[in-house]
């Protein structure tokens, strides 16, 4: 069986509503693990994520814990960078044994032809934030702002967080945020079966063709998670408190 999850956003609610999230992403984890093939991340898993050489953010050690766990006994996970969470070295590849794709994934499952990614890159009308994309993912720039004490880092990282879903709140991307548009392109043009993307926290489940566009929306709203197996592609909600 293969897995998705997308925009669980921890670290951006209270503290009650983080600790029933990461209770649910680590009891689905513990379910699967041994059953799963695939785990797909489709980024923004942390609402800010930055990690040093020697330092990474505290909390959600269970989760940690459930992903190592899960990639020892078998599994492939693969971590699409979000652009809430994208400041990443290499812990969750040493650590956990993830493989950090930096842009889209495209692989067969099955059979089946798949384009996986957060989406972030597919939003129109939105140049501000691709430059702003190519200015924070640059690797020099990242070195200089890691010498900075990891207290001050993080804490800067989190308000920055803060003013970016600030932005995208009030931002009109129109109605579909153009992802479905991009999705539509990305089938005809390279015939992909599925099209699975994360970002705009709009579910979406739709036939084009003879193939699929989906997205998972967020965790904000409803935890849930896609699963593939034997041809067929569902969305499953977790529990809600």
């Given at each position: 069986?293969n897995?998705?999850i997308s925009?669980?956003h921890f ?10 999230k990461?209770?649910v992403?680590v ?5 699967v ?8 991340i489709?980024?923004d ?7 040093y ?13 459930a992903?190592a766990?899960?990639?020892e ?8 960078i979000?652009n809430?969470?994208?400041?990443h070295?290499?812990?969750f ?14 692989k ?11 989406g972030?890159s ?10 702003l994309?190519?200015?924070l993912?640059?690797r020099?720039?990242?070195?200089i702002y890691?010498m900075?004490?990891?207290d001050?880092?993080?804490s800067i ?10 932005y995208t709140?009030h931002?009109?991307?129109?109605e579909?945020?153009s992802?479905?548009?991009s999705?539509?392109?990305l089938?005809?043009?390279r ?10 926290h ?6 084009y063709?003879e ?11 409803q935890?849930c ?9 569902e ?7």
């Amino acid at each position: 069986m293969n897995y998705f999850i997308s925009d669980l956003h921890f670290g951006l609610q209270d503290r009650e509503s983080e600790r029933y999230k990461e209770t649910v992403l680590v009891e689905f984890l513990k379910s699967v693990t041994g059953k799963a093939r695939t785990l797909v991340i489709l980024g923004d898993l942390y609402d800010y994520w930055f990690e040093y050489k020697h330092v990474y953010q505290k909390g959600y050690f269970r989760t940690l814990t459930a992903l190592a766990d899960l990639k020892e006994s078998g599994t492939e996970i693969y971590y699409i960078i979000g652009n809430h969470d994208f400041l990443h070295r290499d812990f969750f590849e040493k650590e956990i044994g993830a493989e950090l794709i930096h842009e889209d994934l495209v692989k067969e499952i099955e059979g089946k032809k798949f384009f996986l990614s957060h989406g972030d890159s597919y939003v129109a009308n939105d140049t501000g934030y691709k430059i702003l994309k190519k200015i924070l993912r640059n690797r020099f720039l990242q070195k200089i702002y890691s010498m900075v004490h990891p207290d001050i880092g993080i804490s800067i990282a989190g308000k920055s967080s803060r003013k970016s879903r600030n932005y995208t709140a009030h931002k009109s991307y129109g109605e579909s945020d153009s992802l479905r548009e991009s999705a539509q392109k990305l089938i005809d043009e390279r015939g992909y079966d599925f099209v699975i993307f994360g970002h705009s926290h709009r579910r979406a489940f739709e036939k084009y063709k003879e193939s699929h566009y989906i997205n998972l929306g967020s965790w904000i709203e409803q935890p849930c998670y896609g699963k593939y197996e034997n041809g067929s592609f569902e969305i499953i909600n977790l529990d809600q408190k």
